[in-house]
């Protein structure tokens, strides 16, 4: 793995461990000489990735909408900020930067991404690694409705095994890179999307 896409909120959350996990995994993934592709943003758990990942000496690529440069300060030690013009453009540049997605304690856009990417996986778009940083149980909840998903039959159990779950960041990059997919069926060509 050469560069992991970090989706994440740019707001802080209520508790401190969030900030703190974050920043663990940035610190990691420049130990390990892995790059960050993330939403750009200086601020949140975005800015807390950031800032781990610059202060191990390690590069961050942000992406963002040109549009949310007029709410959004981005991080001032990226090694590149990529201005896009849409939330699409955004999501297409991260997906083809990245190796691998992980998601941290994030909102609707986190959900939002994680999701697409994940999709894209099960339909056998991509075959790069997605999981989730479960920081302080705060993907439990989600974890245990995907499960029931499971359950009842929409969500398919190899598509539920496709996505990673981990509560420590160290742990999270070597899941991730010693990913293997599993052969899915291919829904379309990779010129689709």
């Known amino acids: 793995m050469k560069r992991l ?18 920043r663990n995994l940035g610190e990691s993934l420049a130990t390990r000489g892995i790059g960050l592709v993330y939403g750009g943003s200086a601020f949140g758990v975005m800015g807390a990735v950031a800032d781990g990942i610059t202060a191990g000496g390690g ?6 909408p ?3 440069l007029k709410k959004e300060t981005p991080h001032n030690g990226l090694a590149d900020l990529k201005i896009v013009d849409s939330m ?29 990417v994940w999709t894209w996986a099960q339909l056998g778009f991509h075959r790069k690694p997605c999981a ?3 920081v302080h149980s705060y993907y439990d909840p989600l974890i245990a409705f995907l499960d029931q998903a499971v359950e009842e ?25 010693s ?15």
């Open 132 to 134: 989730l940083l479960n």
């Open 59 to 64: 590069e961050a690529t942000g992406i963002i």
């Open 88 to 116: 699409h453009d955004r999501k297409a540049l991260m997906v083809k930067l990245s190796d691998g997605f992980a998601a941290l304690p994030g909102g609707l856009g986190t959900l939002e991404e994680l999701f697409e």
């Open 153 to 177: 039959g929409f969500i398919k159990a190899k598509h539920r095994a496709m996505l990673i779950v981990e509560n420590d960041p160290e742990k999270l990059i070597a899941q991730l890179d």
């Open 66 to 68: 040109r549009d949310l």
């Open 179 to 193: 990913y293997r997919p599993p052969e899915v069926e291919r829904w379309l060509d990779k010129e689709s999307l």
């Open 5 to 22: 896409c970090v989706y994440c909120g740019s707001n802080p959350g209520r508790n401190p461990y969030y900030l703190t996990a974050a």
